[in-house]
């Protein structure tokens, strides 16, 4: 019988998975059940030390000779401290261990309680990864705790070897054992891409799978991963966004995922390759989080650090996406083109882009996208979207890349980001125009971007000026609060006027599509030796209702 602590079972369970064979137990009550547990599972055979400080260094000497992944098991308090010399000599001569602590609940520390300190980061830069495990409660937290513990691991078995310190706490009782068995754990192991064996591995079940899909989260302007994407979607379904990567027409990502819905199999991959950062789409995290645990999820990484975007990464493969990319396409020798996976994504995209051209539109932040990306932006290379609805609304319509600060997704910062680009570009001796597209409440959050002495005149602003937060409107629920107006969705009466002529940019104003038409042209052909800035002034209820309606007519049948 194994106890009753499901972050401990999680955990013995990890440690098997990734080659823990030996582990030395110090005595104490507190990490009682880990020692329980450890002498229970058949592959650990246990080791036991009454001195930390003497167990830690017994531990080196057990990795020195097996050399595999070796555990040391503390109770909490002074206990974990007494481990640091012979961690940090672990360290030092790369064959670090892996230090277990138990831990008091979170609530007692610094209250008087006995045997209590911050224990998190207590072994300091002697360790490469700290993590402190939850007591789960809940399906998330059981995630949690998994991915915690991989992060921990996949840490160790880095390069140097370094120490890593998993500290679990653990609440009373202590002493419940009648648990029958282990969980069945999910274990991310990486993948030496530069082993020539490994690669083969990963390519080969990549290309072996029917339904293999890549999906690109946001990267830097890359033309080479550009073109490879573009080869490997006649052999596998490449759901991008234009944060990520540039394509002939729009990629339709979200609207597609709208289209279908939550629980259409048909549409759902047998094998996926993530690359990249963070993603616009909130569906398209959905849609990964909802994919049945068997299937294979392979994190391309250039950290080396588990972004676990899908809760099902199988395989982390440390390597630039440019190169794997390149490998994966090197090897589709003999690969049918466009079977029947793609094709019922590509029909689907097909049929959305047909809709969304029949479209007739009214005048909103929507039609305001849609005209810029049609008439300026298939001819710009170098756009700016700031977050929220911005960002959205060009992945409608634009086919090209796309900057955007999507690495924290915040409101701050995206007119000066814009700003300095315009800057570097201008010193080039380019005369190429800049062109930023943001809403009120961050161009107004960010106005200081435009208090400069030398303004780059290649700066060229589309500001979406509904008065307020538009993009809150969308949240279920939230206009049942008196809050909603004013004090979440930031309600104002500003406008751009008065900051351009302070800043000396060139004022210009559209109120309906005739205006928008000629406010575009403007904004793309005027100077004078200024930055540009078109205002947009639309209706909050019309923007809502054009976006929400847009969506439901493309998801027509």
Aim: overall charge negative.
């Amino acid at each position: 019988m194994y106890c009753d602590k499901e972050n401990i079972n999680i955990l013995t369970a990890l440690l098997v998975k990734h080659g823990v064979r030996h582990v030395v137990v110090c005595p104490g009550s507190r990490n009682a059940p880990l020692a329980h547990n450890f002498n229970e599972c058949p592959e650990l055979t246990c080791h036991s030390m009454t001195d930390e400080r003497s167990a830690a260094f017994f531990a080196l000497g057990i990795r020195q000779q097996t050399l595999t992944p070796v555990a040391i098991c503390v109770t909490s308090g002074s206990a974990l401290l007494n481990t640091l010399p012979g961690v940090a000599e672990a360290t030092y001569q790369q064959q670090g261990i892996i230090v277990i602590s138990a831990d008091r609940p979170a609530a007692w520390i610094g209250q008087n309680d006995g045997q209590t300190l911050p224990q998190q980061g207590a072994l300091g830069c002697f360790v490469a990864k700290s993590v402190t495990l939850p007591e789960p409660r809940n399906d998330e937290e059981r995630w949690m705790c998994n991915r915690l513990i991989n992060e921990a691991m996949i840490a160790h078995k880095g390069m140097a070897h370094p120490s890593v310190h998993i500290n679990v706490p653990i609440s009373e009782p202590l002493f419940t054992f009648s648990t029958l068995q282990l969980p069945e754990e999910r274990m991310v192991r990486t993948t030496d891409w530069h082993c020539a064996s490994e690669r083969n591995d990963v390519t080969k079940m990549f290309w072996q799978s029917e339904r293999r899909m890549i999906i690109a989260g946001q990267m830097p302007k890359n033309n080479s991963i550009d073109s490879i994407l573009t080869d490997l979607s006649e052999y596998a379904v490449v759901l991008g966004e234009p944060i990520s990567c540039s394509c002939e027409h729009p990629m339709l990502t979200d609207q597609m995922l709208h289209a279908i819905g939550n629980n259409n199999e048909a549409y759902h991959p047998e094998c996926v390759i993530y690359i990249g950062g963070n993603t616009i789409s909130k569906r398209l995290r959905h849609f990964m989080r909802s994919l049945k645990k068997d299937t294979v999820f392979i994190n391309v990484c250039t950290d080396g650090e588990l972004h676990d975007i899908s809760q099902n990464t199988s395989i982390l493969i440390d390597a630039h996406p440019e190169t794997v990319l390149s490998d994966l396409m090197c090897s589709a020798q003999n690969i049918v083109k466009h079977n029947a996976f793609c094709t019922i994504w590509n029909r689907l995209r097909e049929s959305l882009q047909t809709k969304l051209n029949n479209y007739v539109m009214r005048f909103s932040q929507t039609m305001a996208v849609k005209e810029f990306e049609q008439r300026i932006g298939s001819n710009a290379s170098i756009v700016y979207y700031a977050n929220s609805m911005a960002i959205r609304l060009s992945a409608l319509y634009s086919g090209a890349y796309r900057y955007c600060n999507r690495g924290l997704n915040g409101i701050e910062g995206s007119l000066s980001v814009a700003a300095g680009a315009a800057a570097a570009v201008a010193a080039t001796g380019s005369i190429e125009n800049i062109y930023c597209i943001i809403g009120d409440l961050s161009f107004f959050y960010d106005e200081n971007a435009l208090w400069q002495r030398s303004l780059s005149p290649n700066l060229r602003i589309m500001l979406l000026n509904n008065g307020r937060g538009g993009i809150f409107s969308m949240l279920n629920g939230l206009s049942d609060s008196p809050a909603h107006n004013g004090l979440v969705d930031g309600q104002h009466y500003a406008t751009a006027e008065g900051a351009c002529m302070q800043h000396n940019l060139l004022y210009l104003r559209a109120d309906d599509a005739s205006t928008l038409q000629d406010g575009l042209e403007r904004l793309q052909n005027d100077s004078n030796g200024k930055a540009v800035l078109l205002e947009v002034f639309t209706d909050p209820k019309t923007d809502m209702e054009v976006y929400a309606e847009l969506y439901n007519y493309i998801k027509q049948e």
